[in-house]
């Protein structure tokens, strides 16, 4: 075989690759576009406890830390400024929607140690479980909330200051997880 016979051979492979890997983030975003995050700036008034510059890692699906979720403005890994308020949440991606989540969307916040395709010292990432709207698709039936977890790295400060932080924002008792 020639060397532009093989060359070939290769680049139809990649090509095909890459075609395999498309098809797939499309049909995983329109599996997860039922998903609808909470956009928004924190209220007038509301007092900034603590401000963390990070990472923004993934958002997958409840205790699954390996199941990628391709929710639109958390689709990628990006850079995030975490700012914790005493009204809720606010994680700031850049070219994204400012995301909001009240504490009563904040289910437990705890350390951890692998999401996806990250895996860190133990407890360095901020896992975030909170209640994500489920909007209507393809006439289903299917409003209301389920749980997804939200993965952080903190830059500047511990994942354990994070965690302190958001702790007053939830009701239920934390933990670590590896």
Known sequence: MSFEGALAIWVALALIALALLVWAWIRRSRRDRRFTVPVGDAPTGATVLAAFPGLYVATTAHEAPLERLAIKSLGFRSRVDIVVTDAGLVLDLPGQPRIFLTPDRI?????????????????????????????????????????????????NASARAVVDALRPLTTTPTGTDA
């Open 107 to 155: 289910v437990d916040v705890a350390q951890s140690t692998v999401a996806i395709d990250r895996v860190v010292e133990r407890d360095g990432l901020v896992r975030i479980a909170w209640r994500i709207d489920l909007t209507p698709v393809d006439g289903t039936q299917n409003n209301g909330t389920t749980i997804v977890d939200s993965y952080l790295r903190p830059q």
